[in-house]
């Protein structure tokens, strides 16, 4: 199984700053890696799939990057409703497909 | 416009089982694989299982594997996930979500329903 790792855990930013999410993979995964936002109390929506593509309505301050085992989320400028759980997911190697444990970003 | 609407959801004594539904819409469901994905309480995503759309294929994660079945009605455009033997820790939110393709391979998740609850609790 593939273990998807965030760094750092919670990340405090303050509206209208950039923001800079890692997810390392426990072996490469190539460029099968998706990011899903989750705000609180909803359900998550994806963001970026093939490590940088974003997905149908996805603001451009969303941008991902990285292949292999490493990977970025970045936000270029924080808005308020970006504050939320941000979550990698490999589907690569399957089953299982595999989550990280989420970044929180919250507000500074 | 995609919809996926769960239902079934409850609370259960350890051992008993359950089944939850997911009505979809908006897109040509017999063309997507459908797949299940929970959230314990306060946790992060954990995928539980996914079917595919016409070949009907199924994968389980191990912590279900035996006890959880996945299946679908592509004439009603419903995704089904019976739960046997259910334990504690099976308490989450359990999320129906459209694969972006068929084949239940490679697969990312492009569109969420908001969940239904699983307590498992005496």
């Known amino acids: 199984e593939i273990v998807m790792t965030h760094s750092p855990a919670t990340l405090s930013v303050s509206p209208g700053e950039r923001a800079t999410l890692s997810c390392r993979a426990s072996q490469s995964v190539s460029s099968n890696l998706a990011w899903y936002q989750q705000r609180p109390g909803q359900a998550p929506r994806v963001l970026i799939f093939g490590a940088s593509t974003r997905a149908t309505g996805v603001p451009a301050r969303f941008s991902g990057s990285g292949s292999g085992t490493e990977f970025t989320l970045t936000i270029s400028s924080l808005q308020s409703e970006d504050f939320a759980v941000y979550y990698c997911q490999q589907y690569n190697n399957w089953p299982p497909y595999t989550f990280g444990q989420g970044t929180k970003v919250e507000i500074k | 416009e995609v919809q996926l609407v769960e239902s079934g959801g409850a609370l259960v004594q350890p051992g008993g089982s359950l089944r939850l539904s997911c009505e979809a819409s908006?897109?040509?469901?017999?063309?997507?694989?459908m797949s299940w994905v929970r959230q314990a309480p306060g946790k992060g995503l954990e995928w539980v299982s996914s079917?595919?759309?016409?070949?009907?294929?199924?994968n389980y994660a191990d912590s279900v594997k035996g006890r959880f079945t996945i299946s679908r009605d592509n004439s009603r455009n419903t995704l089904y996930l019976q739960m046997e033997s259910l334990r504690a820790e099976d308490t989450a939110v359990y999320y129906c979500?459209?694969?972006?393709?068929?084949?239940?391979?490679?697969?990312?998740?492009?569109?969420w329903g908001q969940g239904t609850l699983v307590t498992v609790s005496s």
């Open positions: 079917i595919g759309g016409t070949d009907g294929q199924t």
């Open positions: 908006g897109f040509t469901f017999k063309s997507y694989a």
């Open positions: 979500v459209k694969g972006d393709h068929g084949g239940v391979y490679y697969l990312f998740f492009n569109y």
